[in-house]
């Protein structure tokens, strides 16, 4: 078994918010982050995944499928976006980096041809990351 | 769903890896530089990672804001700009990054809000050390 890891990197904006919470409550608990005008990151993206080697390529995937892939489900709808505005699954969940780590999981499960998807770890600043490996 | 989350901090200090049970042979043969009496410094980098279900109300597995003011007042306020042989923790023992590791992972363990997976402290950008919270049996002597 050998683990592969692949970086992608996309910029969005975003904002915390409760709607079920009064706007003070919301600045309360989510500080600057509640600034209803949105704010920015440049997010990487690191998409580990867990395979055998194939005897013939020495390949676990083929990286270059690997790439289009995470362009494909995830940059191209999330990057230059605002993602509380224009990704679906925010409409409904906040894009805290937890939960756009296990969005970005279920965009990529079972989308990735002879490996198992292991890690999903998702920069949102170089101090400070989230890890989701699919525990419910 | 259970999510993980690492948020980095950033201390300066200095030490001096030195151990009276040894003699200055001993602790200069076995530190080497590290032995030097006036003491050297570094930039620390603490890693730290705590896990729980992420709130649904929140989407956090804890406030980084509460976080933050933790490893402020225990962690900043505690080793930036010392020297780690002065303080408490190390007044027997050696201040390498192991032991920092270990009592930085203590120091963390009292958050309440998140389970502790990993302390991850580097000395510098070539030496890192990770303590999970395992209890090995320690060789040596005190």
Not at chain 1, 12 to 22: F, K, M
């Amino acid at each position: 078994m050998i683990f592969l890891t692949r970086k992608a990197e996309f910029s969005s904006a975003h904002y915390y918010w409760n709607d079920t919470w009064s706007p003070e409550e919301n600045d309360r608990v989510f500080g600057k982050c509640a600034n209803r005008n949105g704010h920015g990151h440049n997010y990487t993206l690191e998409v580990t995944v867990a395979g055998a080697v194939d005897r013939t390529s020495g390949f676990v995937v083929d990286l270059k499928e690997l790439k289009d892939i995470l362009e494909r489900e995830i940059v191209s709808v999330y990057d230059h976006r605002h993602l509380n505005l224009e990704v679906p699954e925010f409409k409904t969940t906040i894009p805290t980096t937890e939960n756009i780590a296990i969005a970005i999981w279920q965009r990529l499960d079972n989308k990735i041809p002879h490996a198992k998807l292991h890690r999903v770890r998702v920069y949102e600043m170089p101090d400070l990351f989230a890890d989701y490996y699919g525990e419910r | 769903m259970k999510a993980h989350l690492s948020r980095r901090y950033h201390f300066s200090a200095s030490h001096r890896l030195h151990t009276e049970a040894y003699d200055s042979a001993q602790n200069r043969a076995v530190f080497g530089k590290c032995n030097n009496p006036h003491g050297h410094g570094h930039n620390y980098t603490v890693q730290v990672t705590l896990s729980g279900q992420v709130d649904p109300e929140t989407g956090m597995v804890c406030n980084l804001g509460d976080l933050d003011a933790f490893a402020q007042t225990n962690l900043i306020a505690r080793f930036d700009y010392t020297n780690l042989n002065t303080l408490d923790c190390f007044a027997n023992k050696v201040s390498t990054t192991e032991n920092l590791s270990i009592e930085i992972h203590r120091i963390f363990q009292a958050f309440p809000d998140a389970h502790l997976e990993r302390v991850h402290v580097e000395e510098t950008s070539n030496n890192s050390f990770d303590f999970t919270g395992e209890a090995t049996p320690a060789p040596g002597t005190l």
